[in-house]
């Protein structure tokens, strides 16, 4: 990924959170606080906003930015999780960047360790995992991240404030496993663009 | 859900200003930030803060003064403040004895929190923390975050801060701290869901005859609907759970909190503690303490919760007793 792919893809998870955030805080409405479509959309406006003014020259420079603007604004879960999640690819980005699944590997790693989650926890997990898999291997289409959004639904929460429903949480798709297709699409459709 | 609102995105803005105008012998705020900090001199002892989202009140700002907390942030409705935030409040109440935090058990305060205290440890404040886990609503298991934290958290404000105004070190505070957290019990009911603030949809419906126990104070569902009932049949279940949660024999003596949730008024709330207080008495339990009005609340939620704290020692009781110079204590 070069910096013009990388700002087009926040600009364009910008987009998509903003369509989207009514939908994101119906399905966190039953299971969770009904805050995740409220916190994505304060931190993404200023995800964007920091990228117009401080205009990042290089993928590390956009990464960083997206991280602390993240953890400074969004609050709740969602920030220190997608905070670390950019952290993580940072990170990655700048040891061993060899491969763009690398990278997001280094976001996964980094999301689970600060959440403890793991696959099947009905969390932003069991999106990553797939991605990160599927990225390595070349296969990354918008059906792979759709199924996995899909995935969530029929899985008892075991993380976050979802767990505290248990059983009532089943048939619900998991409101930050949403956001990260979001997230997801907004990557394929940037490289597309390019 | 009508609301006396602005731009629901200036919301704790406003509220914050507001409560500074009201309050500003008391409070001051920090600029551009979402903390409230005490207004007293610094004398060197351990600094108390806490926090978490807003739509709570008067928790949390409400308890920041002489004798409880140093300071408060206030995140965005329902939402954990943020690390950097967090970090400004450790940084402005360390008083150079440490700083300890207060945090309710729910995995944004958690992650929020930790992250502040790991920015604040490599800026040399020594920083120790507690978790509150008071509601026993939900269960505790091997794979949730285990019980969240609620009303019992006023309690250890008190409690806690007695102790830092008496001197005692940050070590002394996080062991009582500890030992005080399994013998607070909260269990809350509504009789309705809320709406946050340019929201147009309630967080759950209720009919007009219903009610749902072991509701969340965001809003979240809890574990059992039914018809609603006499005061004293739902004092009867809420204490029921809660006395179960403890070892106890006749005599022992608690501390009580009935706590309002924002939309039911005070009348209702003595109505129920007069249950309450039957019901002890059935039991043949002491209450040596009651608190009793909305401390912990969930925007204009209908219902209320119940605490229960067990007075393992006399020190709780004494620090129950002190006097405290705060907006809503």
Known sequence: MDIQTGIRWMELFNEKIQQEKDYLTQLDTPIGDSDHGNNMSRGMAHVVKAIDTQSPDSLEELLKLVTTTLLSKVGGASGPLYGSAFMGMLKTYQGDGSSWGKVLQGGLESIQKRGKAEVGDKTMIDVWAPVVQATENEQLRDEVIDEAVEATKPLKAKKGRASYVGERSIGHIDPGAYSSALLFHAMLEAEAEQ | ?329
């Open chain 2, 1 to 329: 859900m009508k609301k006396i609102v602005n731009d629901p995105s200036n919301i704790v803005d406003e509220m914050l200003q507001g409560m500074i105008i009201g309050h500003s012998e008391l409070i001051q705020r920090i600029p551009e930030t979402g903390i409230i900090q005490r207004k007293t001199e610094k004398s060197g002892k351990v600094a108390i803060i806490s926090g978490g989202g807003s739509g709570h009140e008067p928790a949390h700002a409400g308890f920041v003064g002489e004798g409880m907390l140093s300071a408060a942030v206030c995140g965005a409705v329902f939402t954990s403040p943020t690390p950097d935030q967090i970090l400004e409040a450790i940084k402005a109440a360390n008083e150079g004895a440490g700083v300890f935090m207060i945090i309710k058990n729910y995995s944004g305060d958690i992650m929020n929190f930790e992250m502040a205290q790991e920015l604040a440890e490599m800026e040399g404040i020594e920083v120790a923390s507690v978790v509150v886990d008071d509601d026993i609503a939900v269960e505790d298991s091997l794979y949730t975050q285990g019980k969240r934290g609620v009303a019992g958290t006023i309690l250890v404000h008190k409690i806690v801060g007695y102790a830092a105004q008496q001197g005692k070190s940050i070590t002394e505070i996080k062991e009582l701290a500890d030992n005080l957290i399994p013998n607070i019990k909260s269990i809350g009911l509504a009789l309705t869901g809320v709406t946050t603030p340019g929201s147009t949809q309630p967080s759950f419906v209720l009919a007009e005859d219903e009610i749902e126990y072991g509701v969340g104070i965001h809003g979240e569902p809890g574990y059992r609907r039914e018809k609603l009932q006499t005061s004293h049949n739902l004092a009867n279940e809420l204490l029921t759970k809660l006395v179960n949660e403890f070892d106890v024999k006749p005599s022992d003596r608690f501390a009580v909190i009935v706590n309002g949730l924002g939309g039911t008024p005070l009348m209702e709330q003595y109505v129920f503690t007069n249950d309450v207080q039957q019901l002890m008495d059935e039991r043949k339990l002491s209450v040596d303490y009651y608190k009793i009005g909305n401390y912990m609340t969930s925007l204009e939620m209908q219902g209320l919760s119940l605490t229960l704290l067990y007075l393992e020692n006399d020190f709780y009781i004494e620090a129950l007793n002190a006097p405290v110079t705060t907006i809503s204590w």
